[in-house]
């Protein structure tokens, strides 16, 4: 599985940006996804999953602002995130797993998206 992310970027706090990340090298409908962030000296935070069945999970930090989707047409997931703060500034990765695998197996190379305030 190759994963590749991009939209990410600088921009306004209150402001939009979305993500994408297309799936290759297996069958998408396999895959359940999911997008985590990084800030420097801080751990890994998942953002937001979304299973092959279409059920979604979002960090607390994050409902009501960000959402996530996937378009099987495509192969690809995004991240629709809105109303964005200092505090999303991170580097955002895409992940994919199997059905049946407990940890995220493939990742992204990571985009960086920076709010100013």
């Known amino acids: 599985v190759q994963l590749q992310a991009s939209g990410g970027g600088l921009v306004q706090a209150g402001g939009s940006l979305r993500l994408s990340c297309a799936a290759s090298?297996?069958?998408?409908?396999?895959?359940?996804m999911a997008w985590y962030r990084r800030n420097p000296g801080k751990e890994r935070e998942l953002v937001a999953a979304?299973?092959?069945?279409?059920?979604?999970t979002y960090a607390d930090s994050v409902k009501g602002r960000f959402t996530i989707s996937r378009d099987s047409a495509k192969n690809t997931v995004y991240l629709q995130m809105n109303n964005l703060t200092p505090e999303d500034t991170a580097v955002y990765y895409c992940?994919?797993?199997?059905?049946?695998?407990?940890?995220?197996?493939?990742w992204g190379q990571g985009t960086q998206v920076t709010v100013s305030s």
């Open positions: 090298g297996t069958i998408f409908s396999f895959l359940h």
């Open positions: 992940a994919a797993k199997h059905s049946g695998r407990s940890a995220y197996e493939k």
């Open positions: 979304i299973t092959n069945g279409g059920s979604i």
